[in-house]
């Protein structure tokens, strides 16, 4: 149930934004901003030596009041998951050129499966790959792919 | 004439009141042409002798072929025209009859004629309209370049009412099975017959287009009244579509390559109308088609209606009659615009088989002028393997899309299946691939004659071998080629039943021996290559290299099968001619001997061919001429092998059978010297049919192999991909 889904590029300004209640926008922007300086503190923490194509999940962020940000990296640091009632967890998601994907998902119905996010950030890094094929796409321009937007759709609706 | 005239359309109106309307040229050129009938005939270099009804659709075709969309929404609403027709002061209306539609034509004919501001004596039929006015009639294109010529339309130039009227006169002169003459058209005529164009295609392309079209509409319905179908629909729909589309979506000026593929698609036409597609190809320029060409390519202009009509009706038949070979396919390619698109490709990437990379494709395709989310979006449906590249599959697709987008047709959700890859590369690649090969194969089922079977496959063996080596890497090929394998695969041991049992009838075939030194040609390649391939294959990187490998390993297969079959025909063939009497002592002791004989053989070849292998491996991945001369050089060897065998196994078989020589039992022994070489012939071919099959197993488990290690790749490049980017 992902509720939210954004592509953030290398400078930090967002490629793709989209989330499920359209009113609650504002939020998930805000939250997805807070997000990126987990994103950026994770990444730093694991120094150039370590990153490595494999390394891209970042997992759960940092909790805050109001969702649920835990931060579980490949690495093996161990992941601290702090049960808050409001149950939205966001994801963070590193590509090997500074593009970062930031989910957040509502796992108040069913609690998703750490696979299971990968695999919808796997979807996610094939789609954006996809849209960086097409030569019509200038890297840094928002993403209006359609077939982008489908594939993101499908995760929010399948997750709902 | 005119109140008749007006009599005759009255009741013919009734029918065609809801197309009448949708003439705005029909109601003009009635207008003209039913007032002009007097004046006709002074323009017309020949007394024409016109009878209302002629008059009345001769006009109506006429204004419908001059005037502009603008004039129709005067006459949207005309109900009655036949008193109009009469009354309309058009000019000159000679003979411009287009009878089957007579019915719907006197009335928006008359109606337009009322009120109609009127095309004077020296307008001018759009050559457009009237080409497809023409083609309506259905007579052949001999026959309408005939009648253009007779009317006088080529020696002035265009097509002037006399020259319409004329012209249409000769129609029905040949639908009636006269002579196109000046003379047939003196007489009597019934009216000439028109196919009725379909407005459906129309609606269910641009729904959206329709309703705002409303002056267009009543056009359209009179073109489904008045024309029939002409060969094909599509034209109708092209027809119709254009004039929805131009008003409400007017293409942006399209850039002279985007012309050529519109124009293209209707090089085939060929009558004098067909001037107006002639715009960046052909030289003859008709004035007409010119300004439209020109208006068309600064987009709507103002300057001249008639003109941006014929322009944008042509601009969009022709991308609709190109994407539509049936009614409810817009999508489908034809046979034109193929062609066209397999030159651009090849104008940027000589290699058809390769592929057009990104950029290369987008600076081709931005000059299309269409925006840059229209061609991302084009891009993203065409590209199916999202490899950033396209090949010409998907680069036809590609193109195809654009040229709709530029006509009008909104962009699918999804790829068509008519555009989708697989089914333009079959259709591509049909010709280029030798589906003779599969054909051959297939054919040789029902066998004609064995030698034409050997040399069908040889053939298409070497064949094969040169479509390895032009192809440049394309993994599709590689797929293909897998499939061909497999197909020979089948096809082969069928052919050796099959040759089997044509083999009682057949003495020693002259014809088999030409092929045969190629088929021991190819047998020593691949015996070569296979010893060497099998080596190879299991730890070279999957790659179109070990299909060609692979390939060539069944060859070599097929070839020892073949080669080690024919060479039991021969040996029997020949121990028949040099022996008239054998007993089947003898013929079982020449057949063991030849089966040993056989074995060594087998055995023998790779030996001798292997040092020979290397080389020749070598060269036949880059030409087959540079190794034609390395494969003749096996001939020898494998004749003189040959003479070899059969002297010897004749040498022993005769020793024992010149004492026991009997006339009379010759015939006996023979055929069953023939029953026994059928056996010994079946017993080879399973053997054969065995070792063909474990080999393809072998080869399909190979093939597994090598598309997971694909997969694999492919996946580390797309996780790869992101590093070039920032």
């Known amino acids: 149930m992902a509720v939210c889904i954004a592509v953030i590029a290398k400078e930090n300004y967002p490629l793709y934004i989209r989330s499920i209640p359209a009113e609650q926008e504002l939020k998930f922007h805000y939250t997805v901003h807070t997000s990126l300086d987990v994103v950026d503190e994770k990444v730093s923490a694991m120094g150039k030596a370590l990153v490595d194509q494999r390394e891209l999940y970042l997992g759960l962020l940092y909790p805050t009041e109001d969702y649920k940000v835990s931060l579980l990296s490949r690495l093996g640091i161990p992941c601290v998951k702090s049960m808050f009632p409001n149950q939205l967890h966001r994801y963070g998601y590193v590509t090997n050129s500074k593009v970062k994907f930031v989910m957040v998902v509502d796992s108040s119905n069913t609690a998703l499966r750490d696979n299971e996010i990968r695999s919808m950030f796997r979807k996610l890094h094939n789609s954006y790959t996809d849209v960086m094929c097409n030569p019509f796409y200038n890297p840094g321009d928002r993403i209006h792919s359609r077939a982008f937007d489908n594939m993101v759709t499908s995760m929010m609706v399948q997750v709902c | 004439m005119e109140p008749g005239a007006a009599a005759a359309v009255g009741t013919a109106g009734a029918v065609g009141a809801a197309a009448s309307a949708g003439a705005p040229a029909a109601a003009a050129a009635a207008a003209a042409g039913a ?88 307008a001018t039929a759009g050559a457009n309209q009237v080409g497809d006015l023409f083609r309506a009639s259905q007579l052949p294109a001999e026959t309408l370049h005939q009648i253009t010529e007779l009317c006088g339309a080529k020696r002035v130039g265009y097509f002037g009412l006399t020259q319409f009227y004329v012209a249409l006169k000769l129609i029905a002169a040949a639908q009636s099975g006269l002579p196109v003459q000046v003379e047939s058209i003196k007489c009597e005529l019934p009216l000439p017959q028109f196919m009725a164009l379909k407005n459906d295609e129309i609606r269910y392309s641009n729904p959206t287009e329709l309703h705002g079209m409303k002056c267009q509409i009543p056009y359209v319905t009179m073109e489904k009244n008045s024309f029939k179908r002409v060969d094909d629909g599509e034209k109708q729909q092209e027809k119709m579509s254009p004039i929805m589309s131009p008003v409400s979506s007017p293409p942006s000026s399209p850039s002279s390559y985007q012309r050529v593929p519109l124009t293209y698609g209707y090089g085939k036409l060929r009558s004098g109308m067909d001037q107006m597609h002639a715009a960046p190809y052909e030289t003859r320029q008709h004035t007409l088609q010119q300004e439209g060409s020109t208006s068309g390519s600064h987009g709507p202009k103002p300057t001249r209606r ?43 990437q000589p290699d058809l088989s390769s592929f057009i990379s990104g950029s290369l494709a987008k600076n081709f395709f931005t000059k299309s002028k269409l925006t840059i989310p229209e061609l991302s979006y084009i891009w993203e449906l065409s590209d199916v393997d999202c490899d950033g590249a396209l090949t010409l599959p998907e680069f036809c697709a590609a193109f195809h899309l654009i040229v709709a987008r530029k006509n009008g047709y909104p962009l699918p959700e999804s790829l068509p299946q008519t555009l989708q890859p697989d089914y333009l590369q079959t259709a591509f690649l049909k010709p280029k691939w030798d589906c003779a090969l599969f054909d051959s194969y297939s054919e040789s089922m029902p066998v004609n004659q064995q030698p034409r079977d050997l040399n069908r496959i040889e053939k298409s063996s070497i064949k094969e071998k040169t479509d390895l080596t032009a192809p440049a890497q394309d993994v599709n090929i590689d797929d293909k080629q897998a499939l061909k394998i497999s197909s020979v695969d089948e096809a082969m041991p069928k052919d050796l039943s099959v040759d089997t049992a044509a083999k009682p ?66 040996k029997d063939n ?91 039992a010759s015939i006996q ?41 694909r997969i694999a790749l492919e996946n580390q490049l797309e996780q790869l991909r992101p590093v070039t980017v920032l």
């Open chain 2, 306 to 348: 008639q003109t941006s009509l014929i322009q944008s009706l042509s601009v969009e038949r022709e991308p609709q009659e190109s994407n539509s070979n049936y009614p409810d396919d817009p999508w489908r390619i034809t046979e034109e615009q193929r062609e066209y698109y397999i030159n651009q490709f090849k104008s940027l």
């Open chain 2, 35 to 122: 007032s002009a009938a007097a004046v006709s005939a002074s323009y017309c270099p020949l007394p024409l002798p016109l009878s209302d009804g002629e008059q009345q659709c001769y006009s109506e075709l006429f204004a419908r072929c001059c005037c502009a969309p603008a004039t129709s929404s005067s006459f949207f609403s005309s109900s009655s025209s036949s008193s109009s027709s009469s009354s309309s002061s058009s000019s000159s209306s000679s003979s411009s009859s287009s009878s089957s539609s007579s019915a719907g034509h006197p009335q928006p004919a008359a109606e337009l004629g009322r009120g109609a501001s009127l095309p004077g004596p020296a």
């Open chain 2, 505 to 570: 009838g057949l003495l020693p075939p002259p014809p088999a021996l030409p092929p045969r030194p190629l088929m021991s040609q190819v047998l020593h390649h691949n015996t070569s290559n296979d010893s060497i391939s099998q080596t190879k294959l299991p730890g070279q990187l999957p790659g179109y290299g070990d299909f060609r490998l692979l390939e060539q390993v069944l060859l070599t297969q097929i070839g020892c099968v073949w080669w080690n079959f024919r060479e039991q025909i021969r």
């Open chain 2, 574 to 664: 020949d121990l028949q001619t040099k022996e008239q009497i054998a007993e089947e002592k003898d013929l079982c002791q020449t057949e063991q001997v030849s089966e040993i004989e056989l074995h060594p053989q087998l055995t023998r070849t790779p030996s001798q061919t292997e040092e020979s292998g290397s080389p020749v491996k070598k060269d036949l991945p880059h030409t087959q001429p540079p190794s034609k001369p390395i494969r003749r050089k096996f001939r020898p060897e494998n004749q003189v092998m040959e003479n070899q065998e059969p002297s010897s196994v004749s040498g022993t078989s005769s020793v024992p059978t010149v004492p026991t020589v009997k006339p009379h």
């Open chain 2, 669 to 709: 022994k023979q055929s069953s010297k023939q029953k026994k070489a059928i056996q010994t012939a079946i017993r080879k071919n399973k053997e054969a049919n065995a070792v063909l099959a474990r080999l393809n197993s072998e080869l399909q488990q190979q093939l597994k192999e090598v598309h997971q290690e």
